[in-house]
């Protein structure tokens, strides 16, 4: 069953054991933050948590780490919730190809029970806000979709963009956004402020999980997210027209601000706590003007903890970030196997791939780098042969110690782009980036002495079966 809104798909976390209710009273700041960050140190198997005890909040209910583990990512996907991270990936890739499934619209969204306008908006009233680390600068809100339009085809439903933008909330109806030059949104700002226009834009919060994830996958310009989330939960999307945009938004979610981003302003926002595991910094970013807030009565309020990784995000933005890479590189490169890019949101990713010729996988690795992912992410590759498994660590440690000779193996790109966030990049938003050739080389790259690799006996496999059976047997027998 697909979730129609954050409310079903909390009702089933709870219903497999993985949504814990916390109900002595907590204060929002620090502790909603610090027992979100503490998800991500308890080891395997997180649940979500909720909060709806906060010292100062009338009937304010939060729910964080809701996609925070990999139990809780295979939910989010209908999946049982002990399936292997490698089947989940599968999984994903798999509906995948079911693209483009179109959306379904309905009436009667439940957040429209609720409206507020122009100058009596005031977002402390409707969201319980707090800080997420000691050094940020502000409230923010890191989860929502925002969903724009191209000024220059705003009848174009596939070139309508839902993307997660980290929001800082400034003012009762007031946010600035980090629009990162490589994503949909900043070409929908570009068009709009070259003719002088504010970007009309709705965020929309407290969402079942398929558009978060789908707002955090790097899908092409033209590939619609409603589309996209249709195929991953295998049922049509169920979308809403926004009432003053006229946008297409999420049916189920618990809050819509409608708005605009004001041409040509900026002002400044940060610091915050990254996914890099660094704070951002105060940077110059656009302004916001909220008009609209429809909700639903009581709304819940989803947030998502953010700082040392691995956390919440890692999980979230995993197979979000590895798939689309692995789909656009195999259209080109039917010889790709397997491209795992869950580290630091891809700033590196390792991919295996068979070889046409010599010098055929440091190509590969350069076309990840110029996919739309890649512009602003990709940093570093590490190629490895087909019959090594990307998310097998130990057998890509042993290809980068056993095939690599950087006499040629590096390849070393000058001042290439890369998000601003990345810390090494210098100025920012330029970096170097490398290619690791950890593939074993073919003709006419006739370099190094590999001979004939070692494979496993031809009876091994039986042994392994044998010893096992062996071994359970001693362990009862012990017991
Ligand atoms: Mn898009």
Sequence with gaps: MAYDDL???????????????ISEQVKAEPDIAAAANATGRIGEGAPAIWFDNIEGFTNARVAMNTIGSWENHAISMNLAPNTAVKDQIAEFIRRWDNFPVAPERR???PWAENTVDGDDINLFDILPLFRLNDGDGGFYLDKACTISRDPLEPDNFDKQNVGIYRLEVKGKRKLGLQPIPMH?????????????EDLPIAITL?????????????????????????ALRE??????????????????????????????????????????????GGRNMTVVRIDKVSYRTNPIYESLYLGMPWTEIDYLIGPAT???????????????????????????????????????????????????????YVKMVIMVDEDVDPFDLKQVMWA?????????????????????????????????????????????DNRGNYSQPVKDLPETKEWIGKLQAMIAKQKQENK
């Design 7 to 21: 409310r079903s798909f909390l009702q089933s976390l709870d219903e497999q054991g993985q949504l814990l209710r």
């Design 206 to 230: 407290g969402n079942e999980p398929m558009i978060t994830l789908m707002g955090a996958t790097p899908l092409k310009y033209d590939q619609s997210e409603y589309e996209m989330a249709g």
């Design 400 to 444: 980068m110690s056993s095939k690599v000779n950087p006499a040629g193996d590096l390849v070393q790109l000058q001042n290439m782009s890369v998000l601003e966030l990345d810390p090494g990049s210098s100025p920012a938003g330029i970096t170097d980036k490398l290619i690791i050739d950890a593939t074993t080389p073919v003709a006419p």
């Design 184 to 196: 949909d949104i900043a070409i929908h700002l570009n068009k709009a402020e070259e003719r002088g």
């Design 107 to 109: 009436d009667n969204p």
């Design 235 to 280: 049922k049509p999307y169920p979308i809403a027209t926004a009432p003053l945009t006229g946008f297409d938004v999420p049916w189920g979610s618990e809050v819509i601000l409608e708005g605009v981003i004001e041409s040509r302003v900026r002002e400044i926002e940060g610091p915050f706590g990254e996914f890099t595991g660094h704070y951002s």
């Design 322 to 376: 590895c798939v689309p890479l692995y789909q656009q590189l195999k259209a080109e490169f039917p010889e790709v196997q397997a491209v795992n890019a869950m580290y630091t949101h891809g700033l590196l990713a390792i991919i295996s791939t068979k070889k046409r010729f010599g010098g055929f996988a440091r190509s590969v690795g350069l076309r990840a780098m110029t996919t739309p992912h890649g512009l602003g």
